[in-house]
Each structure stands twice: as C-alpha cells, then as structure tokens.
C-alpha cells in the first residue's frame, strides 16, 4: 500500500507570525494573522494524532517532539496576535516629525 508523505511544517513558521504579529495595523491585519496560525495550528494537532494512532496512510516528516513544540510555540503566538489592540484611525496619536533645521516647509 502506497503511503504519503505529509509536508514538513517549515521552521521559520513561528518567527513569520511574529512578525507579521508585530505589524498589525487593523482587524483585518489582525484576522488574517490569527487565521494563519490557528490553521497551522490545526495542521500540527493533525500531524500530532496521526503519530499516536500509527497511521498507516501517512508519512508525518517530524517528530513528536518537534510538532509539540511547535504547537506551544503557536498556541503562544495566537495569545500575542489576540493581546494586540487596534486602535481607530481617529484616536491615532499624530506622528512626531522631525524636521531638519532651516527647513521652513
């Protein structure tokens, strides 16, 4: 019986969700990043149970040890995403500019 062989969960993962965590400027921003996680998350959970149970279908590329550590990882990263505040464009501090000396606009 043919098996297949699942896709790796890329290591840079959860060092991109922080970043895109860190450049939240809205709910949509927001949304999407949490959206991400949460499926990648998933993903992991997947993989996870498929090495319990011994799958004879599927190949899972990771160990245990790994995806557990991953799932931490991103359960950490969707508390960051959702600790983000929005703020409204109205409430939005003007920003300080600083102008070079001389210059008279």
């Known amino acids: 019986m043919f098996k297949k062989r699942l896709k790796k969960i890329p290591?840079?993962?959860?060092s991109y969700i922080q970043i895109e965590?860190?450049?939240i400027r809205d709910a949509n921003d927001k949304m999407m990043i949490s959206s991400y996680c949460l499926g990648k998350l998933e993903l992991v959970n997947?993989?996870?149970e498929l090495l319990?149970?011994?799958?004879k279908k599927y190949i899972v590329p990771q160990s245990k040890a790994y995806l557990?550590?991953?799932?931490?990882?991103l359960m950490a990263c969707h508390k960051e995403i959702m600790a983000v505040k929005i703020t409204k464009p109205?409430?939005?501090?003007l920003p300080d500019i600083k102008y070079p000396k001389g210059y008279e606009g």
């Not at 557990?68 to 990882?73: P, S």
């Not at 109205?90 to 501090?93: A, I, S, T």
């Open 68 to 73: 557990e550590m991953v799932r931490g990882q």
């Open 11 to 14: 290591s840079d993962l959860v």
């Open 90 to 93: 109205g409430e939005r501090p």
């Open 46 to 48: 997947w993989y996870l």
């Open 21 to 23: 965590t860190e450049a």
């Open 52 to 55: 319990e149970v011994g799958s």
